[in-house]
């Protein structure tokens, strides 16, 4: 952190151009990004030779502007991760004051990129977006006086002190993304936590990038200094070998885990520290037998072959009417529907960060950020198409990734999850995978209860995300509680009946992954402060039903279809009632009729099996 604070937080502005012969390639760096190289070279190191697709998306003549965030592994020599903030914009060429030979297209495309050192990508891209406007306004690329002045001004400007205030989060609006997602913010925030190969898509870039980086900021600390080590990964020898064969080596596609046996060696030699020997050992692959896979979209449609795994849960139901914990009966007002909880703080301001003894991550007095990302689990916010093969490598055991071509998407069977951001559909087809990730009843009343402070006054034009309850730093911060609650109750000599208000499947699958055995070698003292249990654990009660109803309605196909049909039932109810006129007898006999056809189709949602795939 020290270290980050002396040197310069910016290393290079860079200028990207669409060549008609040479396709994407650098057109200026400054400081040169090859040390004795001139500015206008194009020669790139090995290590970042994807930067020119990064820098200028898959279909950015679609768009007449777009911004990318992206990640470079370091160069040799180099321990952390670069950070790179791309604006790209296009223009037509006639309109250029100073034409070039080698522009003969109608439009230019260019992106101006900042790689920093720093993750602090919404400040960057306000500044650099300006600038860009600036630069093309100028109709003349060899003026580049505009750009040096640039890289001056922002690392006279940054520092690493923008680390731990609001700053970092600017252009991430966790509203927007409840908003959007609804109840489905939780099953990403706990697909995270599972280590799982997650990919983003939707267009623009823009658009994805800030989805998937407002996931990240839920995680305490995770932006500031959990991504040192995400983009860890080896790119191939040549870009002739991605296109020279349409064929692309793929592990079996169990995510491959990494040794611990470096988390075992040093837990041993720490004094009254937790054993994690115990674990099972995910060292070794379920099957390191290479299949070929072609780059061509699967027989079918995506859609036609999704699995619904949305749906109530009559066995949860069922066990849970008779749980009551007495310890907890009264943290749930039945009235109200709301828990009854203490306020969490905000979550800038971190206090002391020390280096994680195991992590090697820049942890605070709880041990967070936790070690997700880390030993070859990518965070990739913007995904090239050349770094296709990321996604079958064995040396990488899972991703959160984002992308824009249609490719990426119709090869689901290389990611554990897809989520699709327009839709907000989250798709997944391992069954067991499914299981872990049902919401329980404690974790439904904590999604409800973000959904109902968000949209309270979400129509209000000029407190609209400023205050504090319902705002970004809110949810935020009740995230943080969420995680916080969940990390205590592992310690608890009871933790099992603690844990199982997170979903017994899901915190049996946590505890095997590598974040939570980074975590757990270690002894965090400050956790004694945090109360153990699930934040809105408590006796199950009717208003849970509904809410559990309600998310099944709302998400699931079958559910879906019952909702129309409820809506034309209650149309066929007014048009009979007005057909029968005052008749108190034909009223109820149509009242009847609607309550019974409604309960029928309740009955169904209820005995859906949930496996069942959609209809």
Known sequence: ????????????????????????????????????????????????????????????????????????????????????????????????????????????????????????????????????HAYFEEKDFSQISILKELYDHMNRSLSCTALEGSQIYLGLSARDLILHFKHKVLILFKLILLEKKILFYVTPVKRLVETLMTVLSLFPGIIEHGLADSSHYQPRRSISEDFSSPEIISADEESLSMSTTDITNISKELEGRHDVSDQPDQSKPCNTTLDTHYLQPHAGSLLDSECEWETLEPHVMDEMEGKVDVAHSNMFDTDSGLPITVQPQSATGQGMLTSGLVSGLQEDQYGLPLAIFTKGYLCMPYMALQQHHLLSDISVRGFVAGATNILFRQQRHLSDAIVDV??????????????????????????????????????????????????????????????????????????ERLLADYGTAFTSAWKITHNYRVWISNKHPAMASITPGHPFQGQYSVADVKIRLSHSMQNSERGKKIGNAVMSTSRSVVQTGKAVGQSVGGALTVAKSAMSSWFSMLAQVHACPIDEPPV
Request: hydrophobic share 35%; net charge negative; charged share 25%.
């Open 422 to 495: 327009d839709e907000a559909r989250i798709q997944i087809h391992d069954p067991e995978l499914r299981k872990m990730l049902y919401l329980s009843t404690a974790d439904l009343r904590f999604a409800d209860y973000l959904v109902k402070h968000v949209t309270e006054n979400k129509e209000d034009v000029f407190l609209d995300g400023t205050g504090w309850e319902g705002g970004d730093e809110w949810i935020r911060a009740q995230f943080g509680l969420y995680i916080h609650s969940l990390l205590s109750s592992a310690l608890q000599q009871d933790h």
């Open 1 to 132: 952190m020290e270290s980050q604070c002396k040197e310069e937080p910016v290393l290079h502005i860079v200028v990207v151009g669409f060549h008609h012969k040479k396709g994407c390639q650098v057109e200026f760096s400054y400081p040169p990004i090859i040390p004795g190289a001139g500015h206008d070279s194009n020669t790139l190191p090995e290590e970042w030779k994807y930067l020119p697709f990064l820098a200028l998306p898959d279909g950015a003549h679609n768009h007449q502007e777009d911004t990318v965030y992206f990640h470079l592994p370091p160069l040799d020599g180099q321990q952390k991760c670069v950070y790179g903030v791309s604006c790209y914009r296009q223009m037509e060429a006639k309109a250029l004051k100073v034409r070039e030979a080698d522009i003969t297209r109608e439009t230019v495309q260019k992106s101006v990129c900042v790689l920093s050192q720093l993750p602090l990508f919404g400040l960057i891209q306000a500044k650099l977006q300006l600038i860009t």
